[in-house]
């Protein structure tokens, strides 16, 4: 054994010791150091930094109790949770998720796969994220504004427009950053620059809200281009209804691709016609409704229980938009029967480990979540920098500078692989890309 894979060996042993029950925390570890042996080969100062070891320990972890009052009266205790992962390159950022799922294992995995991501954008942004096992569905406006101010309440202690920078994830868009800035305000006085993903009229961005599904789709592209393909004509299957799913299908049929489906924890829609995307923004971002209601209202539209992922289908391009997890082993074996030739994550670690071994065995062309989905994270900081100059940019100047970030971040990820031998392999580019940039300057700034 290498010295290289002797260390990655050695500090995932002590990882899994430390944490035993964090599955997702552990896998987000694994599927990274799995492509990291080429760096420590080449750069074994690394070791002597003892490097993984301290990235992959987070800075701080905040857990909080977050008590509410529902609408009949009856006390409500939810847990919150920030965790500050690492902040060599800029203040900690990254989004609140609320979700019955949520656990510590799952705010360490994004808040790690953060740090990268954060690196790849080029922007002076550090690696965080938080949430609560809270779950918004079925909430009355009031409950949820109960229980956006009580977790701001204790929150807004640990945040700061130059320390940490919260934003939206699953379960949090404008309607809950609302709530929770003015909670903010309240408390700590208007600094607007504190979260990311405001409303338009008190310090948001222009193409916020569509910039994560925009980049998708961007970083998508650049990605067939440089294998002399593009969405011409093709045929296109996304996963979710969120905000991430519907802004990714509304940039891909800008682009000429035909997106097929969209879906929600309960099943999914195929419509072989092309998704009516007005019909989708409409159930979900007017009604807040289920996405079988497309299938009452479109003719073309079929409503099936279950996983997308489980649909025998044909299609070229899969863009998984939903959650971690969603694709398995056997489901991506599936997509290359249903004859896939392009995976691109709008999710967070939408494929498991054994998913991505399929899609390597497969050759397909494969974007990882930390580059494809940056686009968010991205648009987030340029809304930081506006909010720091006082002045708000055109819709046009954000996405063209959208645009020009999630480009750079696909030449990143060829330039990396290229450097390390591993060319085309783009999931170990933006690993590489990523993780030198961010070791590099916590070097610089000693051990701390
Ligand atoms: P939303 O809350 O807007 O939408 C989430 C969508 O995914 C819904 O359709 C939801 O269905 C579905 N979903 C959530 N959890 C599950 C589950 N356990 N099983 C099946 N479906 C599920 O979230 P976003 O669109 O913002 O986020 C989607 C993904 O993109 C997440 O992985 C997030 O981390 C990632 N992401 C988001 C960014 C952003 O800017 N918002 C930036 C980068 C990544 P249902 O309504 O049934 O729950
Ligand atoms: O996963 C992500 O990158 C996000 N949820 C967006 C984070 C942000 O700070 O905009």
């Known amino acids: 054994m290498s010295k290289a894979t002797d260390y990655l060996q050695h500090v995932y042993s002590v990882i899994e010791k430390r944490d035993p029950n964090q599955p997702e925390f552990l896998e987000a570890i694994h599927d990274f150091f799995q492509t990291m042996t080429p760096v420590f080969e080449k750069h074994p100062e690394y070791i002597d930094e003892n490097i993984l070891e301290r990235l992959t320990e987070p800075e701080r972890v905040i857990q909080f109790r977050v008590p509410w009052l529902d609408d009949l009266g009856n006390s409500q205790v939810n847990r919150g949770f920030r965790v500050q992962f690492n902040s060599a390159i800029g203040p900690y950022k990254g989004g609140l998720r609320f979700h019955p799922s949520v656990n510590l294992s799952i705010v360490k995995f994004l808040g790690f796969e953060q740090i990268f991501k954060n690196a790849l954008t080029g922007l002076p942004i550090g690696g965080g994220k938080g949430g609560s096992d809270f779950d918004p569905k079925g909430k009355s406006d009031n409950e949820i ?61 222009l193409a916020r809200t569509e910039a994560t599904g925009f980049g998708l789709a961007y970083y998508t592209e650049e990605m067939l281009k440089a294998n002399n393909s593009d969405f011409a004509g093709k045929k296109v299957v996304v996963s979710g209804a969120g905000n991430v799913a519907i802004y990714a299908i509304q940039k891909v049929t800008e682009l000429g691709g035909k997106v097929i489906t969209c879906s929600d924890s309960n099943g999914y829609i195929v419509d072989e016609n092309g998704i009516d995307l007005d019909i989708v923004k409409q159930i979900k971002e007017v009604e807040r409704g289920r996405i079988s209601e497309y299938a009452d209202r479109v003719s073309s539209g079929e409503y099936h229980e279950g996983s997308v992922w489980d649909a025998k289908l044909s ?44 899609y390597q ?83 610089i700034q000693g051990l701390v």
């Open 361 to 443: 065995n497969a050759e397909l062309l494969y974007g990882p979540a930390k580059a494809a989905n940056a686009g968010g994270v991205a648009v987030s900081a340029l809304e930081m920098s506006q909010n720091s100059m006082r002045l708000s940019w055109s819709f046009e100047e954000v996405d063209d500078r959208l645009k020009d970030i999630m480009k750079d971040i696909f030449a990143q990820s060829v330039k990396a692989a290229d450097e390390y031998g591993v060319s085309g392999d783009y999931l170990s580019g933006a690993n590489i890309a990523g993780f030198t940039k961010v070791a590099d300057t916590m070097i």
């Open 145 to 205: 504004m109960r229980f956006c101010q009580s977790f701001m309440t204790e929150l807004s202690k640990y945040i700061g427009l130059d320390t940490d920078v919260p934003a939206g994830d699953i379960g949090v868009g404008g309607r809950e950053i609302g709530y929770l800035y003015g909670q903010y305000k309240r408390l700590r006085g208007s600094d607007r620059g504190v979260l990311t993903g405001k409303g338009l009229t008190y310090g948001g961005s």
């Open 315 to 358: 299609y070229d391009i899969a863009l998984p938009c939903a959650t971690q997890n969603e694709i398995s082993g056997e489901q991506a074996k599936l997509l290359v029967e249903n004859g896939v030739k392009a995976v691109a994550e709008g999710a967070n670690m939408p494929s498991d480990t054994e998913a991505i071994k399929e």
